[in-house]
């Protein structure tokens, strides 16, 4: 059988959208592997502590300062797949290699210097490479104006995991006596949060809870922001569970998503897969992930943001049809589909 190597090394922040998309890639595969045993044998790419987690029909690697910077030690394999783009592993040259590119947000992030050189090491990839994917048609646009593809490159969406409510597990800092707005990210400036807090003024009926990773300056400046504003009805909770996460959004009124820069935005179809209504901004890749089922800031005007809410908010009241309708449209953004496509790239590239 084909070796094939996986790197899951982003399972070392489960808080993240790379962490969980590692997490439910690794998980579908080791399934599909348990159903079509003799198809490809493969290896996971892990951090120590998963060694073992996907099961004993799996082999496991792990990484050392020697494999990151001479790849010939990374040989033995037939075809050796990233699923993330900013991977500083690499395999030797006689391996077969695909790369997944989620976004090229360091573009508008970074100073240009600094995101011309992430570019030039992107593109030696990308030169290695016998196929490159991307999570959406808004990554690929991206991708094909910003760097020289010498393949074709195919979109392959992410797939969705069902999140499954316990009663019980709901963030000890909510409370139901109000229905509320929930946002689930690592807060960073490009998630655009900051436009939510003033919003919340004319939104007194209800809660804004924000969960993920508050570090670094931007949660800083957030957290201040909505102390400064003295407002009760906004909670900044931190870090939550899957088992949180699962509850806030079956609880939740809707999701609040203003980002501005999203190669695919998990929490979106994630939301949708409850039945909930999503708030989003028109950039990236937002648009082409939600659809029709995305309601739209058109502006950042704490008014008119409200005033959206509150007008869908009472349509959705009237239209319960909405809910299965979108819980419908979210099914397509499915595992098994992703990684289906992944088995017959991968038969394509190792023919």
Request: proline fraction near 4%; aromatic fraction near 12%.
């Given at each position: ?25 690794g ?11 003799n ?11 998963f060694?073992?987690f ?20 990374n040989?033995g ?7 993330h783009?900013?991977?500083?592993y690499?395999?030797d040259?006689k ?14 992030e ?25 999570i959406?048609?808004f ?9 020289q593809?010498?393949?074709t490159?195919s ?6 995991q069902?999140l ?6 709901l ?11 929930f946002c689930?990210c ?5 998630k ?20 993920g990773?508050?570090?670094g ?21 931190g ?22 820069h999203e190669?695919f ?10 039945g ?6 028109s ?7 939600a ?7 058109n ?6 943001m409200a005033t959206?809410i509150n007008?869908q ?9 909405l809910?299965f309708?979108?819980q419908?449209?979210a ?21």
């Amino acid at each position: 059988m084909k070796k094939v190597l996986i790197d899951l090394l982003k399972l070392d922040n489960l808080f993240v959208g790379l962490g969980q998309v590692s997490l439910n890639y690794g998980k579908t595969i080791a399934e599909w592997a348990l159903n079509n045993p003799n198809t490809f044998q493969f290896y996971f790419l892990v951090p120590q502590k998963f060694i073992g987690f996907f099961g004993n029909h799996i082999n496991y690697k792990t990484t050392s300062d020697f494999s990151r910077y001479f790849s010939f030690s990374n040989s033995g394999f037939d075809l050796w797949h990233v699923i993330h783009q900013d991977s500083a592993y690499l395999p030797d040259h006689k391996t077969k290699y695909i790369v997944t590119i989620h976004d090229l947000n360091f573009m508008h992030e970074k100073a240009a210097a600094k995101a011309n050189r992430r570019l030039n090491r992107l593109q030696k990839k990308v030169n290695r490479a016998a196929a490159v994917t991307c999570i959406s048609n808004f990554a690929k646009a991206e991708v094909e104006a910003h760097l020289q593809l010498p393949q074709t490159c195919s979109v392959i969406y992410n797939g969705v995991q069902q999140l499954t409510y316990v009663d019980g597990t709901l963030p000890e800092l909510i409370q139901l006596n109000k229905p509320f707005l929930f946002c689930i990210c690592n807060i960073s400036a490009k998630k655009n949060l900051h436009v939510l807090v003033p919003m919340m003024k004319y939104l007194p009926e209800m809660q804004l809870i924000l969960a993920g990773n508050a570090e670094g300056e931007y949660a800083e400046n957030l957290k201040a922001e909505i102390n400064r504003s003295q407002l009760n009805n906004i909670k900044l909770i931190g870090k939550i569970s899957d088992s949180e996460k699962a509850a806030c959004m079956h609880q939740c009124a809707a999701l609040a998503f203003p980002s501005l820069h999203e190669g695919f935005g998990l929490p979106v179809i994630e939301a949708m897969s409850c039945g909930k209504p999503v708030f989003l901004s028109s950039s990236s890749s937002l648009p082409e992930i939600a659809g029709a089922f995305g309601y739209y800031w058109n502006s950042f005007e704490p008014n008119e943001m409200a005033t959206l809410i509150n007008a869908q908010m009472e349509k959705e009241r009237t239209n319960v049809e909405l809910t299965f309708a979108r819980q419908q449209y979210a099914k397509q953004f499915d595992w098994n589909h992703n990684v289906e496509s992944y088995m017959r790239l991968y038969k394509q590239v190792l023919h």
